[in-house]
C-alpha cells in the first residue's frame, strides 16, 4: 500500500528544478513571514504583561549580562519610593515633554529628519517611552530601521501603560555603567546612599550620565559632566507642571 509521504517526495522529485525552486521559495517565504509575526507579537504581548506593577521586567542588556555570565546589580524600587528629586531630574535631562506626548515627540523627530536630509549629523530624539521599548526589547546598535521599530513600538506601549508606569520601569532598567541597572542601584553604587535620599546635585549627576554611561562617572564627574549637571538642577527646579504626570508624595 502507497504511503502518502514516499508518494509526496516521489512527486517533488519529479517536478522539474524550476517549479521545485519555486515550491522551496514559497515554503520559506511562509516560514520568514511567521517568524516576522511572532517577533511583532512578542513585545506586544509582554508589553501586557508588563503593565501590572508587580511584575519587574529586565532589559535585552541585562539578559545579555546573565546568557555570558557577567551578572548585574539591580534593584527595584517603585517609583513612589524613588523621591521626587531622581526621577525629575532624569525627565528634565531625557525627556522634558514626556507627560505631554504620546510616546514620540514628533516636533524632534521632524528635525532629526530634517537634519538627516540636510547631511547633517542627526542628534537624540529618543522619549523616555521609545528608551524603555528600546531597552526592552531591542538592541542598543544606531539604525533607522531600529528607530523605525522603535517608533511604533513607544507609541504601543504609552497608550497601553500609565506614564507612571513607563518611568518607573525606565528607572529600573536603564544602564548606568557596566552590570548597574536602574536608579537604585546607580545611587547605592555611586553615591552610597538610596535614591529616595538623593542631593538635587547627586541627581543632576545620575541624569546626565544616562546618554553615555559607559564612559561617564557620576561620583568623579569631569568639568563639563559638571556644568551639564548644574543646568539639569535649574531645570529641575523650575520643572513645575512638566511634571505632572509623575509627581509623588515621596
Known amino acids: 500500500m502507497p504511503v502518502p509521504e ?13 517549479t521545485r525552486f519555486r515550491a522551496s ?6 516560514r520568514v513571514a ?12 509582554l508589553t501586557l504583561v508588563y503593565r501590572p506593577g508587580f511584575v519587574h521586567p529586565v532589559s535585552t542588556l541585562m539578559l545579555a549580562d546573565l546568557v555570558t ?13 524613588m523621591g521626587q528629586v531622581g ?40 522619549t523616555i517611552s521609545m528608551q524603555t521599548v528600546k531597552n526592552l526589547f531591542l538592541t542598543n546598535g544606531r539604525s533607522f530601521f531600529r528607530k523605525a521599530v522603535e517608533v511604533p513600538l513607544a507609541l504601543y ?18 544602564e548606568w555603567g557596566p552590570g548597574i541597572y536602574g536608579l537604585e ?6 553615591f552610597g546612599r538610596p535614591a529616595r535620599d538623593l542631593t538635587r ?25 559638571s556644568r551639564l549637571a548644574n543646568r539639569i538642577e535649574r531645570r529641575a527646579r523650575a520643572s513645575g507642571a512638566y511634571i505632572g504626570c509623575i509627581k509623588t508624595t515621596g
Not at 555570565?69 to 519610593?81: A, H, I, N, Q, S
Open 157 to 174: 506601549f504609552d497608550a497601553v501603560m500609565p506614564k507612571r508606569r513607563v518611568m518607573e520601569i525606565y528607572l529600573n532598567i536603564a
Open 34 to 45: 511567521k517568524l516576522l509575526l511572532l517577533i511583532v507579537l512578542v513585545p506586544l504581548l
Open 87 to 126: 526621577p525629575v531630574s532624569i525627565m528634565m535631562s531625557e525627556d522634558a515633554k514626556f507627560c505631554a506626548h504620546g510616546g514620540v515627540d514628533w516636533g524632534e523627530m521632524r528635525a532629526v529628519v530634517n537634519d538627516f536630509m540636510d547631511g547633517e549629523n542627526p542628534r537624540g530624539a529618543s
Open 201 to 225: 546635585k547627586q541627581a543632576a549627576l545620575l541624569a546626565v550620565t544616562l546618554p553615555n554611561p559607559l564612559v561617564r562617572n557620576p561620583a568623579k564627574p569631569s568639568a563639563q559632566l
Open 6 to 18: 514516499i508518494e509526496a517526495e516521489e512527486r517533488s522529485l519529479q517536478m522539474p528544478t524550476r
Open 69 to 81: 555570565f557577567k551578572g548585574y546589580d539591580r534593584r527595584w524600587v517603585p517609583l513612589e519610593e
Open 185 to 190: 542601584a546607580a545611587s547605592q553604587h555611586y
Open 25 to 30: 521559495k514559497r515554503v520559506w517565504t511562509r
